[in-house]
């Protein structure tokens, strides 16, 4: 006797279909993920605009083009010198107080500690830029100690 012939089983055309979805929406939420840019450039004219190309140009390192966003007397003297441990890794604009000649922009600072038992450590605080309005284009004036862009200037 010969086994009679089963019938091979079709796919079940639903089930095609909800896995082929999943799979369309991991690749939408992967290149979301990858291809989201960074943060939003303010215009540079404006007080919140200067500190986030200032603060970009400290943390990157990039001395001479954050001394470029300073008045004259905040680059003769290094008040506040911030001399050891890390830069902020992040600069969270708070609000911003603009008057005529003069703005004070808050900002919330988080700094990333070692590796611990539980993974990094973060500290946040908050602090605030001064800036002046100079030859019509606003410059900080003062900065929080541990955004202070020294090198090459006299400390006090």
Known sequence: MRPAKTAARKPDRTLIAILA???L???VALAVVFTRGGPET???STPQGVVQRYSTAVIAGDTATANSYLT???KSVCRGYYESGQRPVRVVL???TERDDSAL???SLVSSGGGGPFGPSEYEMEDRFALVK???SWRIEQAPYQLVSCTGL???
């Open 72 to 74: 004259d007397t905040a």
């Open 94 to 96: 708070i609000a911003t």
């Open 134 to 136: 100079a030859s019509g």
């Open 42 to 44: 303010l215009d540079a």
């Open 25 to 27: 929406l991991v690749v």
């Open 105 to 107: 922009v808050r900002v």
């Open 154 to 156: 006299t400390k006090p």
């Open 21 to 23: 979805v999943i799979a």
